[in-house]
């Protein structure tokens, strides 16, 4: 891929460990095909936790548990069903992936740029590395020094469009550097593409197994961080393995990693609530709907992997009829057709 070998010449020269990432990685288990049920499922669930959370984002935890949502809602001054940012890249992604057959920087940058422009709820580092894109930097130097979870929230359609768990490593780093020039940042991607890719070919929902693993696929890639609201640095490996203490108890989890935009924060909070309710879409995404602070970027990444566990018969079948009437239906229909 000549995208990754261009990305590690400049990278490493900078000090970056991308030789973390060409270790071998296998799925621990046997791979089903991926089934339209899976792709449907998976990008459903993301603009269905993003549109139910949207109206929760930016307010704390206490204040959203008094007046609770069961419903989507009207927000940003668009109608009730309105994805944000966290839906429309990751379509955005998904269609450059279908339309050039892997990561191609200069398609994707294109259609990131676009998105951005179209969007509501649109965060800062991903707004700031567009509007450099569009001016014409290059790629690989475009995105924005920042560890939050832009390029994370985006990645499902890596884990669902590219086969081996080292072709979908590979691919969501790629894909995260054109906003988010972090390691952090990439490997909250990777954990994401590589679990919906995981959940969407059989592999189980058992936190024990799928956490260690999806560490591991990250190991030696990070440069601990501060945290901003607790003694000492960490790394996203470190804290995903740390999750497996909060299955049952997502509500510690907020408390413990906390519900920012930070992606060592939102991240393992979504897998803490992900694997708390797996075969309970309604339950888990109302959890996630009021974790509190980005609660819609919380939210889309547990639908996305609830959709890739259950597919979209299960997951509609669990969850009120009234929560698919999302913006972006049709185009998710379209998408899951050409990816399946």
């Known amino acids: 891929m000549e995208a990754w070998e261009r990305a590690k010449a400049v990278l490493e020269a900078e000090g970056w460990n991308l030789d973390a990432l060409e270790g071998e990685l296998e799925w621990p288990f046997k791979p089903r095909p991926l089934t339209i049920g899976k792709v449907r499922g998976t990008l459903f669930g993301v603009a269905i936790g993003d549109a139910l959370a949207a109206p929760n984002e930016g307010q704390p935890r206490r204040r959203l548990l008094q007046a609770p949502l069961d419903k989507l809602l009207p927000h940003n001054d668009r109608p009730a069903g309105t994805v944000t940012d966290d839906t429309d ?59 939050g979870n832009g390029a994370a929230m985006r990645a499902a359609p890596v884990g669902l469009f590219f086969d081996s768990p080292a ?55 990070e440069k601990p961080l ?81 959709g890739a566990h259950l597919g979209d018969r299960k997951l509609r079948s669990r969850t009120p009829s009234d929560w698919w009437n999302v913006s972006v239906a049709a185009e998710i229909e379209q998408i899951s057709r050409l990816g399946s």
């Open 167 to 221: 072709e979908i490593r590979r691919a969501a780093f790629l894909q995260s550097i054109l906003t988010h020039r972090d390691r952090s940042a990439a490997a909250g991607a990777i954990v994401n593409a590589l679990l919906v890719g995981w959940l969407a070919r059989g592999g189980p929902a058992e936190p024990e197994e799928a956490l260690e693993w999806l560490a591991q696929s990250i190991d030696g890639f």
């Open 89 to 147: 890249l990751t379509l955005a992604l998904a269609r450059s992936i279908l339309k050039t057959g892997t990561i191609t920087p200069p398609d994707l940058s294109r259609r990131l740029v676009n998105a951005v422009n179209q969007t509501v709820g649109r965060g800062w580092a991903t707004t700031q590395a567009a509007e450099r894109l569009a001016r014409g930097a290059a790629w690989w130097l475009a995105g924005t020094p920042s560890a």
């Open 226 to 306: 501060r945290s901003r609201h607790r003694k000492g640095r960490y790394t996203l490996a470190g804290l995903v393995r740390e999750v497996g203490e909060y299955v049952g108890r997502p509500a510690d989890a907020f408390e413990r990693f906390h519900t920012g935009a930070f992606v060592l924060e939102s991240l393992p909070s979504a897998l803490a609530v992900f694997f708390s309710y797996p075969e309970e879409p309604e339950k888990a995404l109302l959890c996630a709907a009021h974790a509190g602070h980005d609660t819609d970027t919380i939210a889309s990444m547990v639908g996305g992997w609830l």
